[in-house]
């Protein structure tokens, strides 16, 4: 049963065309959270979600915005995407803070940016 | 600042044959540190963890503070083991290295 789901899979874009991605869960975690992958580069943390609490890392870019409208969903915006946004992103959750480092990561999806 | 070095990209071993991904750490904190794995076609999940000083599927993994490393070994490696291995530090955050890509070769 999949737990973190991420939709879709691929997204293709345009420069500068804003850009939603969705990621939803079922596992009722409290903390979710938001990785931009690049090629052969670590997972980069972009902000996270505790409850409704957002808290966001500081280099960021202010392109990159997230909304959690409930427990299960959580999504991230891209306001207008540059050819260097083009890369994996993973949605993952946690059940606390505390538990941190037992993360559930999603399938990512992989953003193209034409 | 924190940071998770993983020096090797590649790593090719012969099936049975001992394996050891490399990590460094730099952390000003105690530190907590964990594997992660990915297999082709499948989602990042946590291997193991330093704390509970325990094997998952035949992986090991010593803390040692004094040259601040926390290397990923196994004895014998099987053709399954072929996956992106990341070392991860938990600090405010997780911080991932850049991965170790594992090919067993028959």
């Known amino acids: 049963d999949a737990m973190v789901i991420q939709n879709p899979r691929y997204q293709v874009t345009q420069f500068g065309k804003p850009v939603t991605l969705s990621c939803s869960q079922t596992?009722?975690?409290?903390?979710m959270y938001w990785y931009q992958q690049k090629s052969s580069q670590a997972p980069k943390l972009l902000f996270h979600?505790?409850?409704?609490?957002?808290?966001n890392e500081a280099d960021t870019p202010d392109n990159f915005q997230s909304r959690r409208p409930n427990t299960s969903f959580c999504f991230l915006d891209i306001r207008s995407p540059g050819l260097g946004d083009a890369a994996m992103y993973l949605c993952?959750?946690?059940?606390?803070?505390?538990?941190?480092?037992?993360?559930?990561f999603g399938p990512g999806t992989r953003l193209l940016v034409l | 600042a924190q940071r998770v070095t993983q020096p090797e990209k590649l790593l090719s071993v012969f099936k049975g044959a001992p394996v050891e991904l490399k990590c460094n750490y730099s952390y000003s904190g105690s530190p907590e540190l964990f594997w992660y794995v990915q297999y082709s076609r499948q989602r990042l999940q946590l291997l193991l963890r330093h704390i509970s000083r325990e094997s998952i599927k035949g992986f090991t993994a010593d803390l040692n503070k004094g040259e601040t490393s926390f290397h990923l070994k196994k004895p014998f490696a099987q053709e399954e083991d072929s996956a992106m291995y990341y070392c991860?530090?938990?600090?405010?955050?997780?911080?991932f290295g850049k991965g170790n890509q594992v090919v067993v070769i028959p």
């Open positions: 979600y505790y409850d409704k609490d957002f808290n």
């Open positions: 993952a959750t946690s059940r606390d803070r505390q538990g941190m480092e037992t993360q559930y």
């Open positions: 991860a530090l938990k600090c405010n955050r997780l911080a």
């Open positions: 596992l009722n975690h409290n903390v």
